[in-house]
């Protein structure tokens, strides 16, 4: 190896309009660049109070945990679920996408007993089938995605949060595509669990994962309680009662940690967290409905634009995610083909999709810093222009043109 | 909350001289502030390649998965115990501190059957003792930190690993303290699994540990493959046997994704990845053994200056790490009181331990980024009037001659 040969990084300058990660915000990329301070510093536990608070204005809710977990978005969720679940607990899985059978994979590796309600992919599932399930089964908890990017599916959570306080089940969800991008109302759907990610329409870089917990939930996580027995001292009780599986993702020790205890647990990951505190800042000082309205509007143009290339919308459009749009793939084009010219020509980053729709849809995505006027334009351009190339006709200039009415009537949404 | 109170990140300067994390290297800190590209983009394939390349380097091995897990270290400790301990399994600890204590609590959260050897804080391990318990316990598993900050103590390996070979044992060590500033042999010390971080000698902030597998451990990990239902095709084969009970810290999962297959798992933390290949960039192309010698250079000189305060070192000096020292602090002084006058008055972060000894000695450290020269003066001279200033006597000028002459003599190290 020649070590000379290793250069800078020197990545090339993209347009992420797939399904995440997106372009980061560069104001979350200046605040990441920020130097260090220690874990215990006064400054670094008033930025993690700091963080607590933006999230909850996030998430809207008023759940003390709220606080972030250093690892990917699947990190959120992991947590959540491990220190939840007790081996052979009852939960209900609804699987709509990709990332609802990945709620099943990490509840089965926890050793639940996994029940599903399995609809099309394109679908979303009907509130009264979830109560249903929910009288036969009798979960201890419900588990969710909220929006699957794998479908652009949104499922609507309002009516089944009553419904699981209503027959005592615990309700979580994965917010991780959606979260900042279409409305999501921790509190008022009563939800006992929420996990997220940065790189969808939070504008940041994948790596942390934001979550939230009620106190009914952190009732059932306390239980397992348990301190580490290289820190624990006299006060400490002894030992550890159904220790769960993980140390990593142990919410409890995680909670003594961004509590007042501040029980040494990890080093957190401070960089991270600079980057996470910029996004959730920098969306909160423009508004969540507004930054949610700039989602739904840029979405809708993007859609428009598409639709006038004459190509077929994947999915139920009516529980579509502002953020994300499932494109069908003409039989006669190759969805790879154009992927890599759009990269390769025009440095714009489109996606496929997983399991049985890949290759068969294209994902667009509209999110985050992305979901703006430029980048919609360029992408429905640069799409319209491969198409054609390869042989896909479209009406010259439809596709602009509907992007620009669209614009031109939704101007103050 | 008024949103508008939340400003830009602004954290005070500091020196940090503690067990870590410590001021990450500039030029890492601006690698990451490179915007993203999309997760199978080929310019990041090929920088995960380059990791990969990078960190082979480092931990002195030719094992094809050196790869980066997204989290803490210990999310990196976690993925190897997880991914390699069936439960039922024997698995033998050394523990010499702290971290010790947490391999045996994660290796217990993977149900093994956990066998120790303690020796007091302060002190390492006799290999003849491992081999005597490995012949009684006939362990599946060693595990071992390599230098432990709790207690500054450094465990020689290189023995160790021809017993564990000898006696078929699979050995691994936690390498998150000592990797970049101490010599460590993956290949020639006979380790099958070895886990780092990047907050001590590496110069970069915490979030990512680098691990390396040798083809003797994949084996036992690839038993337990498995290929998530969301993503899996025909070419795939069905369920999984002895499913993990982690699905993010499922190594196999996390190979395939980093190998040529690609198969999606997490969402790579781009940012994270870009300042890792930077750390181990730079280190490189110094050197690493001239980045070793940095460190036992700077060492020394501190450990001299410490030395002519009239300070007691704890532990066993012959098997300190090169990066980091142990003070005991003395009877008439109450050394959280120093430590904050060294933080608010000179803005310079020392640390304190764990456990028993927490309160009984500070732990300064010299390492990546701030193995330096006028770090270490620094420090000397900020900590030599804080003790004086609370009634701790020292010779006045002596700590600082002390470290000049380390320096004059060993100017060429």
């Not at 679908?123 to 419900?142: C, F, G, Q, R, T």
């Not at 929006?147 to 005592?168: A, F, H, R």
């Not at 027995?229 to 961004?258: A, P, V």
């Not at 390769?344 to 999110?367: C, N």
Request: charged fraction near 20%; charge should be neutral; proline fraction near 3%.
């Amino acid at each position: 190896m020649d070590i000379f040969q290793y250069h800078q990084i020197n990545a090339p300058q993209r347009l992420l309009m797939g399904p995440g990660p997106i372009n980061a915000d560069p104001r979350v990329l200046r605040a990441m660049a920020t130097q260090l301070i220690g874990q215990y510093d006064p400054y670094m536990t008033d930025y993690m109070n700091e963080v607590m608070a933006l999230y909850r204005d996030l998430f809207k809710t008023k759940n003390y945990w709220t606080i972030l977990i250093n690892g990917t978005s699947r990190a959120g969720i992991e947590s959540i679920l491990i220190s939840t679940i007790h081996p052979g607990d009852k939960v209900l899985v609804l699987v709509f996408g990709r990332f609802g059978h990945l709620l099943c994979e990490i509840a089965r590796r926890c050793k639940a007993e996994v029940y599903t309600i399995v609809v099309p992919w394109g679908e979303i599932v009907i509130p009264d089938k979830v109560e249903d399930a929910i009288k036969k089964i009798k979960p201890k908890l419900l588990l969710t995605v909220h929006g699957d990017t794998s479908t652009t599916m949104l499922q609507p959570l309002q009516e089944i949060g009553d419904v699981c306080e209503q027959y005592n089940v615990l309700f979580y969800t994965d917010a991780t595509a959606s979260i900042g991008g279409n409305i999501l109302e921790t509190d008022k759907w009563k939800l006992d669990a929420v996990s997220a990610g940065m790189q969808k329409c939070l504008g940041g870089p994948s790596g942390t994962s934001p979550i939230t917990l009620s106190s009914k939930i952190e009732k059932v996580i306390r239980k397992r309680s348990c301190v580490e027995s290289g820190i624990r001292t006299q006060e400490h009780k002894d030992g550890c009662n159904e220790i769960i599986y993980s140390n990593y993702f142990d919410l409890s020790m995680i909670m003594d940690y961004w509590g007042p205890q501040r029980l040494n647990h990890h080093t957190e990951a401070t960089t991270a967290l600079y980057g996470s505190r910029e996004c959730a800042r920098i969306i909160l000082q423009d508004g969540l409905n507004k930054n949610i309205s700039r989602h739904k509007k840029h979405g809708r143009a993007m859609l428009a634009g598409i639709q006038a290339m004459g190509l077929e919308i994947f999915g139920n459009i009516n529980y579509k995610m502002n953020n994300i749009l499932g494109v069908v793939i003409p039989l006669s084009i190759n969805g790879n083909q154009v992927r890599k010219i759009m990269l390769e020509d025009f440095s714009i980053e489109i996606g496929t999709s997983f399991g049985a729709l890949d290759g068969k849809i294209w994902r667009i995505g509209t999110m985050g810093y992305n979901a703006r006027k430029d980048c919609v334009m360029q992408t429905l351009c640069a799409l319209d222009s491969v198409l054609n190339y390869l042989g896909y006709r479209t009406v010259q200039g439809a596709s602009l043109q509907a992007a620009w009415d669209y614009y031109e009537k939704h101007n103050n949404d």
